[in-house]
């Protein structure tokens, strides 16, 4: 097996094919969006399951609301820059308030598009919807996880946000010995010395760090914290009582996302552990591609790794 | 129903939509009295929604995306049997389902609207999913005039022409008021009839607040095949009472109880005559 697998955008389109295939009541709804979704062949072979609305997200989403009103598996597919934000309203309300089964997807999420600029970056997405009731929210890591979230959304009883990036994704977990479920975080590697709490495409970079600190004889739990939301908190609350520090890592601004809902919910416990977010911070973000940005940014195996032997004090 | 009952439906629903949201302490009364003939027509002769039918998708729909005029929905609603009349004494108070602008936590009530400019994508999401699976069901939403200026009700509008809905009807309550002012003050909606037309729907005009009218071109609906339906309902805001009709600041103004009285007495006299004359 590789270590590097296909991009998880990819992997979401050939899943959602073969998922099209088997129940005809999903439906792919796009906004010029099926090329960069990878659902050019999805639109082809399935022609009937596919509705274009044009560039027009706020009506992409609200008709999707209608469809599934009518008992349809709809995926409202969009760029998450602006799914997320464009269209946050029609989220709000005819998805989330109205109780529609929608699952929505962001594609190109995070900084993939990262050239493009920060009109096509999504570092807001997991705040915004983490403030509005009735939409949890995944971002899987790899394609092991892009490929079983994929699965567990098409009887999920709630509406879902998802998003997926660009980047051929490095292989995290083993599949044969891996359970998936929406809701519960996945241990990739153990340790006790500090914890890597990550969430999407950045894990890799967290592991990456585990192995080289490993080398220098500290040893990281590594964590993928695929669901923002329904939270994982006793996977968080054991990573604090268990390992001495608690880094966590996102593709997202520093503010509202993985990072404060982590500390939110230790200091409520009043539970104490030195506690680093990494993420994109408050500031006009520099351009490059999504490496260059997530390097730039220290969401790389060196970065983190420094951030790391920093927090626990250590002198390499 | 006929045309005598419906007339005398429309003053006993206006009649209860004063009473209620005189009781409430709070309510849109002007729009809901400008769009209470269009609901009642809907319900009482038009659609096939009932209590026992609304958890089947095989049925008509409807989709309030004006949220504001809720009292005229919550009103005939519960004529429709959905929920008690008693249920109506509920309105705008704490910790009950029955607020401000609609939720699907009321029975009848197929969609979640308040904010607006969203009520048409859900309704062509409804009406598309019923074409591709040949169903014949129909789907009928009442936008206001001023949420016109929301653009994601064009967005709207190129889509339902795209898949050439025409088992959607859209009624929009022309009464030419907003909460500022006059429509064509605030942003200038017209010519709106050919505005949607060139979007592709087919339209007609009526008097929204004649139920004889209203009834008799709705009977022909679709009014174009392969092509989604615009009713412009003409209509006037407060309709019905003397010193509400097409003054601004009834939008959202409650009575007094001497207003309530007068609102009251003008309605008796109009069934009064009404009765008389059948």
């Known amino acids: 097996m590789s270590n590097y697998g296909q991009p ?184 006790d010395d500090l914890t890597f709490i990550a969430i999407g495409e950045p894990t890799s970079r967290a592991l990456e760090a585990a192995e080289l600190l490993d080398a220098e004889g500290l040893s990281c739990r590594v964590v993928s914290m695929h669901t923002l939301r329904p939270f994982d908190t006793d996977t968080l609350l054991d990573a604090a009582r ?65 951030t790391a032997r920093e927090l626990l004090g250590v002198n390499v | 129903m006929n045309t005598h009952e419906l007339k005398l439906k429309s003053i006993a629903y206006r009649k209860t939509i004063l009473e209620i949201i005189y009781r409430g302490g709070a309510g849109h009364t002007a729009g809901s009295l400008s769009c209470i003939d269009i609901l009642n027509v809907l319900y009482n002769y038009v659609m096939n929604i009932t209590p026992e039918n609304f958890d089947k998708i095989d049925r008509d729909h409807y989709i309030q995306s004006k949220g504001h005029s809720v009292e005229a929905l919550y009103t005939v609603l519960a004529d429709q049997g959905f929920y ?55 789907v009928f939403t009442l936008l206001g005039d001023g949420e016109l200026a929301e653009g994601s009700s064009w967005e709207a509008a190129m889509s339902a022409a795209h898949y050439k809905l025409d088992n959607l009807v859209v009624i929009v309550d022309r009464n030419t008021l907003q909460i500022t002012g006059r429509t064509e003050e605030v942003t200038g909606l017209e010519p709106l009839a050919e505005k ?16 004889e009218k209203l009834a ?24 019905g009472i003397s010193f509400m009709e097409d003054v601004k600041t009834w939008h959202h103004k409650v009575p007094s109880d001497d207003q309530l009285s007068e609102a009251l007495y003008e309605l008796a006299t109009a069934q009064t005559t009404l009765e008389e004359v059948s």
């Open chain 1, 8 to 191: 998880n955008q990819q992997v979401f389109a050939d899943t959602l094919l073969e998922i099209g295939n088997r129940n005809r009541d999903v439906m792919v709804v796009t906004s010029d969006s099926r090329g960069s979704g990878k659902l050019i062949a999805f639109g082809e072979q399935l022609p009937d399951q596919t509705v274009e609305v044009g560039i027009a997200e706020q009506n992409l989403v609200g008709l999707s609301a209608g469809l599934a009103a009518a008992g349809k598996k709809v995926f409202a597919v969009s760029p998450a820059c602006f799914m997320t934000i464009r269209s946050l309203e029609q989220i709000k309300n005819d998805i989330a308030y109205s109780d529609r089964l929608v699952r929505v997807i962001g594609i190109s999420a995070g900084v993939s598009y990262g050239m493009l600029g920060s009109t096509h970056h999504s570092l807001h997405d997991y705040a915004a919807l983490r403030c509005i009731n009735n939409i949890d929210i995944v971002a899987p890591a790899d394609n092991f996880e892009t490929r079983a979230a994929l699965n567990a959304v098409i009887d999920y009883p709630r509406p879902i946000y998802m998003r997926f990036g660009k980047k051929p994704m490095r292989h995290l977990h083993d599949p044969q010995k891996t359970q998936f479920e929406i809701g519960k975080a996945i241990k990739i590697r153990d340790g």
């Open chain 1, 242 to 306: 268990n390992t001495r520090a608690i880094i966590t890592v996102e593709e997202h601004s520093v503010y509202g996302g993985l990072g404060e809902c982590c500390a939110g919910i230790l200091m409520q416990r009043g539970i104490h552990v030195p506690l680093k977010i990494v993420g994109i911070p408050d500031e006009y973000t520099v351009t490059g591609s999504q490496y260059d940005i997530f390097d730039h940014y220290g969401i790389s195996g060196e970065g983190l790794a420094s």
């Open chain 2, 84 to 138: 008690p009349p008693s249920d109506l004494d509920k309105l705008n108070q704490p910790f009950t389902h029955f607020v401000g602008h609609p939720t699907r936590k009321v029975p009848g009530v197929e969609h979640n609207t308040g904010a607006l400019g969203h009520g048409l994508s859900v309704s062509v999401g409804l009406a598309l999913a019923g074409k591709l699976d040949g169903r014949d069901y129909r």
């Open chain 2, 196 to 211: 949607f037309a060139a979007f592709g729907f087919a339209v007609r005009e009526t008097d929204g607040n004649d139920v």
């Open chain 2, 216 to 239: 008799a071109i709705l009977d022909t609906v679709p009014f174009e095949a392969c092509k989604p339906s615009l009713l412009l309902a003409r209509t006037v805001k407060g309709k």
